[in-house]
Nanobody, 123 residues
Framework: VQLQAFGGGLVQAGGSLRLSCAASGRTVSRYGMAWFRQAPGKERIFVAGINYSSAVTKYADSVKDRFTISRDNAKEMAFLQMNSLKPEDTAAYYC?????????????????WGQGTQVTVSS
């Protein structure tokens, strides 16, 4: 599976961005997917996850009520709508496939990382 994340950019605080993650090579429609982010010099942390049917979503406390994860299984894509962005949201954002089915928050629980897309929020 190859994952390509895109949609990042530079935005002012309070603005919005929509990230997309396109999967190819193998269907991911039966797997949970998640977004992680990594700021320079810091570890990669869980942002949001969604199960295969979109019935279950999970969010990090820091983004709850601001970010929304969704997916389109027919298109083999996942999305992250980010609203009310803050400077502390600045990071490279990665999508990944859940290998456990549990939508955990640990990076080792995920496979097939995309290359990341940079989000920069200016104050």
């Amino acid at each position: 599976v190859q994952l390509q994340a895109f949609g990042g950019g530079l935005v002012q605080a309070g603005g919005s961005l929509r990230l997309s993650c396109a999967a190819s090579g193998r269907t991911v429609s039966r797997y949970g997917m998640a977004w992680f982010r990594q700021a320079p010099g810091k570890e990669r942390i869980f942002v949001a996850g969604i199960n295969y049917s979109s019935a279950v979503t999970k969010y990090a406390d820091s983004v709850k009520d601001r970010f929304t994860i969704s997916r389109d299984n027919a298109k083999e894509m996942a999305f992250l709508q980010m609203n009310s962005l803050k400077p502390e949201d600045t990071a490279a954002y990665y999508c990944a496939v859940d290998r456990t089915g549990l939508l955990g928050q640990a990076a080792p629980d995920y496979l097939y990382w995309g290359q990341g897309t940079q989000v920069t929020v200016s104050s």
